[in-house]
């Protein structure tokens, strides 16, 4: 590529993240005459790919097509054909992030939802009763993913009392450590200085369950209507899928949004470190645990036990700890005979305990 050519890549890709680090990943691909571009919108196996000769179409089927994990998707950076009937993505960068989920299907694969993202935006309407649960479960995809998580709090407006405010950013960030909690009214305006100053100059994928209101804060931040919305049902939140494929959008402050489908299945995929991260102080308390390998149910010398008797640590969230593991490693196990094995020898073992224990009370009542 020349020095020409190089500089309209780059003030043409600057304002979609393009740096030169990317340059010098797409440098094996130049040979062969194609061109660098990012992928805006994928569906149906074609998608549009911005590039210095600007928006161009092109089909997916030349990058392995059966995988869900290896499939392009929005955020990917790519190696497209230069022209073509039909255009093809050759292949796409070396992905720096992954938001992934586990798919619907029963071959429990990972289906990815965006790449090279920076900032993970988690709506949470306010519209409705929290469910920290799912804010939880958000979170640990967010963490897996390498992106920094952010939890917006939409709707603001319709909690007018500053101290109910207050205490429902508390119970997020109680479920949230180390994340930024910003309650947002995309309608009012309030709020979205702050969100705007943390997202700016990165890439950011906005997630959330329809009805969240996504598509009106991806609005307000984008400075215009450029998303569909519709109003939610007043008995319970929810609203249509206003947004249907996944778009990246340029900010006019600096930095692009990607903007996703409501999710409603939020399933795990390979996500330990993810759950880990987002109970930090549960695996912090866990190293103070007597066994290495305590379960926090009933183990003597238990230190998570403990703070839960104690007050320090909420049941709620130990109880939503358990089922983010126990979820994460029956996906992990069911491609891991390695993992299956041992989760059937633990089985077993316990088995075996419980089956001396009550043998042993037998004994006592005999």
């Known amino acids: 590529m020349t020095s020409s050519s190089a500089s309209s890549v780059s003030t043409a890709l600057a304002p979609y993240g393009w740096d030169d680090a990317w340059a010098d990943e797409f440098a094996p691909h130049e040979p062969e005459g194609l061109l660098p571009g990012r992928v805006i919108r994928v569906d149906r196996g074609q998608c549009d790919v911005v590039t210095a000769d600007g928006i161009l179409r092109a089909d997916t089927a030349f990058v392995t097509p059966h995988d869900p994990m290896r499939v392009v998707c929005t955020g990917d950076w790519v190696a497209v054909e230069p022209a073509g009937n039909p255009r093809y993505v050759r292949t796409y960068l070396p992905r720096r992030t992954a938001f992934v989920r586990s798919t619907s299907s029963k071959r429990s694969e990972g289906q990815i939802l965006a790449a090279n993202v920076d900032h993970a935006i988690v709506a949470v309407s306010l519209a409705v009763e929290l469910d920290l ?38 119970d997020v960030e109680t479920a949230a450590p180390g994340v930024p909690v910003l309650p947002v009214s995309a309608m009012g305006g309030d709020g979205l200085d702050v969100l705007l100053a943390v997202v700016c100059g990165g890439t950011s994928v906005l997630l959330g369950q329809s009805g969240a209101g996504k598509s009106t804060l991806a609005n307000a931040l984008l400075g215009e209507e450029v998303m569909d919305v519709r109003a939610t049902r007043d008995a319970d939140g929810k609203g249509r899928h206003t947004t249907t494929t996944r778009n990246l959008l340029v900010l006019p402050g600096g930095g692009v949004l990607i903007d996703t489908p409501g999710l409603r299945g939020v399933g795990l995929w390979d996500a330990e470190s993810g759950v880990g991260q987002v109970f930090s102080e549960i695996e912090s308390l866990a190293q103070q645990c007597r066994f290495h390998d305590c379960a926090h149910e009933s183990e003597p010398g238990c230190a998570v036990l403990a703070a839960v008797a104690s007050g320090e640590l909420g049941e709620r969230r130990l109880d939503s700890y358990r089922k983010l593991l126990r979820e994460n490693q029956r996906i992990v196990a069911k491609t891991d005979a390695r993992l299956r094995a041992e989760i059937r020898k633990d089985w077993k073992r316990k088995g075996a305990i419980g089956k001396a224990a009550m043998e042993a009370k037998r004994g006592r009542w005999s």
């Open 133 to 170: 649960g799912r804010v939880e479960r958000f979170l640990a995809l967010a963490w897996e993913s390498g992106a920094q998580p952010v939890v917006v709090l939409t709707k603001a407006d319709l909690v007018p009392d500053a101290a109910t405010l207050g205490h429902l950013v508390q």
